[in-house]
């Protein structure tokens, strides 16, 4: 098992405490480039719910997703993973999604990461 990278730990805090979700973010995990926005967990939660809850074959696990109850003493802990909105999974030249994804990645996992996120352009 792999050490998490304190200092991205330290910016996931951050996240999570700021409730922000405009720090742009690309890691590198499981040989797979990811990047977008990071997003506290309850906003994650919360939309991937909305989402869920919205869909005629897969509402029944919006409450999965659901933000719990009972998170106070969970916010002492330093944050686990990442919470992606946004996001893109980079292949050659394409972003996949093109308008963006959820994507949940495990810290520990992180083999690279840079501040800022990847675009292509035609152009």
């Known amino acids: 098992m ?3 990278d304190e200092l ?3 910016v996931a ?3 999570e405490a700021g409730r922000s979700n405009q720090m742009s973010l690309t890691v590198v995990a499981g ?3 990811i990047t977008g926005r ?3 967990e309850a906003l994650w939660r919360q939309r991937v719910s909305e989402v869920l809850t919205d869909s005629t074959r897969l509402s029944e696990f919006s409450g999965v997703f659901a933000p719990g109850e009972g998170k106070e003493t969970k916010d002492a802990e330093p944050p686990t993973h990442l ?3 946004l996001a893109r999974i980079l292949q050659g ?3 996949m999604p093109e308008t963006g994804g959820m994507y949940r990645v495990a810290i520990a996992d992180v083999s ?3 501040v800022g996120d990847f675009s292509y352009s035609d152009t």
């Open 31 to 33: 040989g797979v480039v």
């Open 2 to 4: 792999s050490i998490p």
């Open 38 to 40: 990071l997003a506290p």
């Open 8 to 10: 991205l730990v330290d």
């Open 13 to 15: 805090a951050t996240v």
């Open 83 to 85: 919470h992606f909105h």
């Open 93 to 95: 030249t394409v972003g």
């Open 112 to 114: 690279a990461w840079t």
